[in-house]
């Protein structure tokens, strides 16, 4: 994975709580690799492959910021560096959204699912990895990975060049 | 339709403000079905499906409500009762999940797709018209339906019994 | 109080669930009044101040709407003729100020002073029978009223002539 | 300052973009001395006092967290390390109360108030640095404090024994 030059940018990882093993060990590789790159990961500060993307983060010495949907700072993980309790539910997905520059998505939750569509519904784009498969009136954008490497290694590329990121 | 009993039941419709003259048509109709039912319609306030539903209630003596993305309740189109500016952008879809017994999703945009994936998340029954079709670990709970009288039939149906519905 | 020829315009009514006798008085006269005038009530959709206000509203024949904080309709009171479960505890607050051409506040909760914080920020006028007074670098801008006739014939004077209010 | 045992326990700092020189050299001050108690900063990330908090933080190798009201990175102010866009407007202030162990406000700014007055209702201490003061049925539960020493004794000494502060 190529590190970035800028820096303070966000890549999210969504994913449910309720995980196989195989998303489970998916999840903490990219986590692993987003610090890496030098990113801050950003998820849904709960367990499964939320606690798993952090749990890599935190690892490799990264930042792991979890946006809790309930008014409690006691439900997020421990492997989270800032934990913000929005008291806002399901809508805190998009925030987790607007505030990456590319997101990665791991399993097929519900949960998961209403953030891809929330991306591409904001021009957020998504990699995926064993995720949903979507056929309707709009394309499926979702860009598919096989590992977290590659999916990683896409989601920086995309990152470098988005205007989200910030210069700091 | 059958009509409802109870009183102040929420019935949703879901679409995009880019539809097909297809989908309007469907739109219009399902939009006057739920005003005959009794039930009052939830959408999201602005054009395409939104307007078309609440055109049909409003023809049927109806009263159409719109949870509105933006600030101003200027970009509500002319056929609500009742606009609410929630000012929270994307955010706002899952207020509309939140406040309906059933909800009846027209074509295949991407706020469509998150508004589905939401109400799955959160165990409010979508009854579907022309909309996406979705596979990952969990599996696609949409009921389908092939014209306006059966959906609404069935979201009708299921406002009946759920607990979300209020005797008032 | 003079009726708005506008359809549609939304006055919300801003209040606490613990009030006093005299509170709840103002708040049914306030609620009966703007029912009078032709506009939309908008409260808090929950006990007190907001259930007396939709009373009033509902006994003349008005409509009063509900945002609710919670995510179950069954917290509505029974006065309500739409009800809106958005999820989001105290921030629906700013959904209330938001949709709202002028607001009426009536005694003096912590949610109640966020709300009229909140219009303050946002430009949105605030009439204020037994509220808050307060003093910062910011100036107090509730304009007082004593009576329930006063601050509705304010709110609705403000609602008259500001653009949030759609002629439908 | 005395530094804090547990990990991860957000203080926040609250107050306007448009500020005093004397706010302003508060809320630098305040910053250092929250990065020093080993506290994470949460403020609004734009400028005014939350750009001068966040200075204040990153010049003692502190988290400065910024959660954003609108929908983009670039309003972030440059002393962030972590940027969160909530897209969701004035609402977004809650977000802020909820997820800290406790706040300083600094300043008289009407977003200011809409915080303080939703952190009296939430149970979360403020301690006011020249900042509002208020009166209505209800009390003025903000605790004064004069210097920047004094409001983040008061803090930290808060941080310490809320149940809100998570060890991790």
Redesign the interface.
Known sequence: VRRLEVK?V?IGVIGASKA?KEELALAVEVGRLIARSGA?L?CGGLGGVMEAAARGAAEEGG?A?G?LPG????D?N??????????????R???IV??CASLVAI????????E???A???GVPVIGL?????????PDLVVRAVTAEEAVDKAVEIARVR????D?
């Not at 421990?78 to 809508?91: D, F, N, P, Q, S």
């Open positions: 303070n966000n196989t801050t950003v930042i910021v946006i008014n409690s700072l006691e997020a421990r492997y989270l560096r800032v934990a913000i309790a929005t008291g806002m539910g399901e809508a997905n998009v925030i607007k505030s399993g097929g939750g519900y949960g998961t699912l209403s891809i569509a929330t591409m519904r904001l064993l995720t949903w498969r979507v056929a309707g009136r709009d205007p989200a990121s910030r700091a």
